[in-house]
Structure formats: structure tokens, C-alpha cells
């Protein structure tokens, strides 16, 4: 087992995975930017290095400062988290080069499937059902071609990364050129990679996602699915397991489809195949994360097992301890992301200090979150600051137990979705488990 693991990341997940390693024995270093220098993940390592301005490119997009900081600490692993490294390839592949152990797939998973274009001509090879869209593509004049197609209404999308980043809706052609534009900028600057391809947007559809876990033994556990079709702008807001109403062969045959692609490719530690579901529970393949999701807490509140603990044993060569068999899905867990941001204002991004903070808690209440009374909350990164996680024994109490804890959650200092959050969950549709992925959208336009 590794003995030091670097962290590099920030905000919550970084406080997720030091607390793991705190939990297994393993000592922690953070990495930080000049604007995170009181951030939390900081005080919690047992160590930490500042390793550039607070712009991500500066920072926690900065290869080699992170590297640097891996070398002088000694470390034997760096965990990427979710978002910025988390998917690329260079930086996995790097790590290797320097001895060090990537905590996730190896270069050439991440390259192959972290690569979305990749990813769909590979899962067409198998048989899988995909999305219909173009190849990558490398300038306006071949992305009008693919769009003359593949027909309006169409996604652009980055090639790499996730968390809605690099994602716009295209109905026309008239707003095609600014709208690739805008999300190859915004690709670059999230994920340093600018490259895009094109996809047939799919309406009335569900988004559902499976967790595999799967050792470098030739070893795939689906750990269920999830459910985060309550979407805004391309973004999840809230997820939940196991995803209500969604048809039993549907299920069984997306996480059949799962597992049989994990293993085929030979895909070691954590990852998830996202599919849309259409009124029909027809599946289709869209992309494959490889990485931890935001959303892994539900997975493990109904399964009872650890996904950043499997990730770091995986990486270090520790065969799965379980199999198929032993999952057992209990009870139903929901996820509300919560951000600094304001509804009423289209959802400005809010930043400032944190003047005052209740966390819930009960049985079964869980927020992942980095923040605490006095920090601050810095303009130059995602907003989210912490997810709120329930799990009951029915998705009905489990809806109760959320709304009685976001109704608990209190932070004042900086705008937050908390409302959104409990106008989500009175409405009909989600009580019903009827939602798709316009459902926001829709209901803001009526």
C-alpha cells in the first residue's frame, strides 16, 4: 500500500480523499493555489505546497508544478480527483514517466475512453448502441460540415473532460459558429484540450449513468446506476440511486453493456458509462468517465462500498475483494449539488466569505463540503461548495429526508441554490420519478 499520496485537487474532493487516506493510514500532501492558501484540504494534509497564482492554468492545471511538488515530497501517488487533470492522458502518462502512480486507468485507458470520440467509435465496435454524432473535429468549416448531417436541434461537445464544461445546445445554424467558438474556449480552459465534435441532441431522454469498479486482474463489479437527468445548462443538479421507473431489462442491459465493455478494453479502477434512456427505454452509449464522478456518494450509500478507498487500493495492485454477487443494492440515496450561485440572478456565480454555517445531520446525512465559518469562497473556480446526501430505506423517505435537511442546511456570506433545491424536490414530476433531462429548462420557460 502506498505510504504518501499527493492530492491534486481542492475544495471538497480533496477533503474527500485525505480523509480516506487518513482512514487507511496514508499520509497526504496538498496542493494549493495563492487564493486557496486558508482553504481546508490544506489544514487537513499532513503537508502542503503552493504551486502557482489562482488561475487553474497557473495551478492546478500546471503539470509540472504539481510534479515538482510530487518529487520533493516523496510521494508514490497523486490522485487527480474530478475535473481539472483528473482526464488527461499527458499528465497520466507523465506520471508514469516520473514513477509515480496515477490513481485511476492508466495513460492509454484515459486517451482511448477520456477521448469521446474515441470512446463512441469504440463502444460502436462492440455493438453498443451510440448516440449518433460526428468524429473530432478541428475547425469551423468541417464542424458545419458534420452539422449539416447530423441536423438541428445538435450538442457541441468537449472531446474531453466533463461537468458540463465545454457544452453547448445548437437549435439553429445561425447560432452554430459563436456557440463552437465559445465552448472550444471554454474546453481549453478547463481542461486544456480545445478539441469538440458534434451530437444529435436527444430530447425527452434520461440520463443514466453505471458504476464499475474493476481491479488489474481482469476483475468488473457494476456497483448500479444513477439517475442525473435533473440537469440545467448541461450541468447535473441533482442525482439519486437507484434511478426510480426506469425499466428492469433497461437496467440489466445498460449494466451488462457496462461491464462487458470494461472488460473488454481491459479498464482498471473506478469509472462510469453514461447512457441516454429514451421513452421507449431504448439505451444509447454517450461517453465514459475515467474518473470519480461528483456524484459517487449515492453509489456509496446504497451499495456500502467506498469508491476513493477501492481507487487508491486498485491502483496500488489490491485484487477486488468482492464480487458481483455480494452488491446488494439498499434503500435509495439522493444527491443535491449545492452552489455559490443565485437562481433569481440566471444563476450568477456568488463568491465572498462564509460568515455562518449549519451542517444537518441525522442517520444517513452526509455533506461532502471543504467549507467552514471564515473562508473564503474564491471567484476563479467551479462553484460548487458541497453535496448534500441522504439515504433511506424508500426513495419516498428519502425525498422527506432531503427536504428536511436542505431546509436545516444554513450558509449565509455567499448565494447558494439551497431554494432551488427545495422547489425541486415539492415538484410533481420528481416525486413521481418523471423528470428527463429538459425538465428544468422547460418548467423555467412555462
Not at 453505471?210 to 463489479?221: H, N, R
Not at 446488494?328 to 440515496?333: D, F, I, V, Y
Amino acid at each position: 500500500m502506498f505510504r504518501k499520496i499527493l492530492i491534486a485537487n481542492r475544495g471538497e474532493v480533496a477533503v474527500r480523499i485525505i480523509r480516506a487516506c487518513k482512514d487507511m493510514g496514508i499520509s497526504t500532501v496538498a496542493v494549493y493555489s495563492e487564493a486557496d492558501s486558508e482553504a481546508l484540504h490544506v489544514g487537513l494534509a499532513d503537508e502542503s505546497i503552493c504551486i502557482g497564482k489562482a488561475p487553474a492554468a497557473d495551478s492546478y492545471l500546471n503539470m509540472q508544478a504539481i510534479l515538482s511538488a510530487a518529487a520533493v515530497t516523496h510521494v508514490q501517488a497523486i490522485h487527480p480527483g474530478y475535473g481539472f487533470l483528473a482526464e488527461s492522458a499527458k499528465f497520466a502518462s507523465l506520471c508514469e514517466q516520473c514513477n509515480i502512480r496515477f490513481i485511476g486507468p492508466d495513460s492509454t485507458h484515459i486517451s482511448s475512453m477520456g477521448d469521446k470520440d474515441n470512446a463512441r467509435k469504440t463502444m460502436k465496435k462492440m455493438g453498443l448502441p451510440v448516440v449518433p454524432g460526428s468524429e473530432s473535429v478541428e475547425d469551423l468549416p468541417e464542424a458545419f460540415e458534420w452539422a449539416g448531417k447530423i441536423g438541428y436541434p445538435l450538442l457541441i461537445k468537449a472531446r474531453v473532460g466533463g461537468g458540463g464544461r465545454g457544452i453547448r445546445l445548437v437549435a439553429e445554424e445561425r447560432g452554430f459558429e459563436r456557440a463552437f467558438l465559445d465552448a472550444s474556449r471554454e474546453a481549453s480552459a478547463s481542461f486544456g484540450d480545445a478539441g469538440l465534435y458534434i451530437e444529435k441532441y436527444m430530447e425527452q431522454v434520461r440520463h443514466i449513468e453505471v458504476q464499475i469498479l474493476a481491479d488489474a486482474y481482469g476483475k468488473v463489479v457494476c456497483l448500479g446506476e444513477r439517475d442525473c437527468s435533473m440537469q440545467r445548462r448541461k450541468q447535473k443538479v441533482l442525482e439519486e440511486s437507484p434511478a426510480a421507473g426506469l425499466p428492469e431489462e433497461t437496467r440489466k442491459n445498460m449494466q451488462r453493456d457496462a461491464v462487458r465493455a470494461a472488460k473488454k478494453i481491459g479498464y482498471a479502477n473506478a469509472g462510469t458509462l453514461e447512457f441516454l434512456v429514451d421513452a421507449h427505454g431504448n439505451h444509447y452509449f454517450m461517453e465514459m468517465n475515467t474518473r470519480l464522478q461528483v456524484e459517487h456518494p449515492v453509489t456509496e450509500m446504497v451499495t456500502g462500498v467506498d469508491l476513493v478507498k477501492w481507487q487508491i487500493r486498485i491502483a496500488a495492485g489490491v485484487p477486488l475483494s468482492f464480487d458481483q454477487r455480494n452488491i446488494r443494492m439498499q434503500g435509495h440515496s439522493i444527491e443535491c449539488r449545492i452552489n455559490a450561485e443565485n437562481p433569481a440572478m440566471d444563476f450568477r456565480p456568488s463568491s465572498g466569505t462564509v460568515e455562518f454555517l449549519h451542517i444537518p445531520g441525522g442517520p444517513r446525512v452526509r455533506f461532502d463540503t471543504a467549507l467552514y465559518p471564515g473562508c473564503t469562497v474564491p471567484p476563479y473556480y467551479d462553484s460548487l461548495l458541497g453535496k448534500l446526501v441522504v439515504h433511506a430505506d424508500t426513495r419516498e423517505e428519502a425525498v422527506r429526508k432531503m427536504q428536511a435537511a436542505l431546509a436545516e442546511l444554513v450558509i449565509t456570506g455567499v448565494e447558494t441554490n439551497i431554494e432551488l433545491h427545495i422547489d425541486i424536490l415539492a415538484g410533481e414530476a420528481f416525486r413521481n420519478g418523471a423528470y428527463t433531462t429538459g425538465y428544468l429548462e422547460s418548467r423555467n420557460e412555462s
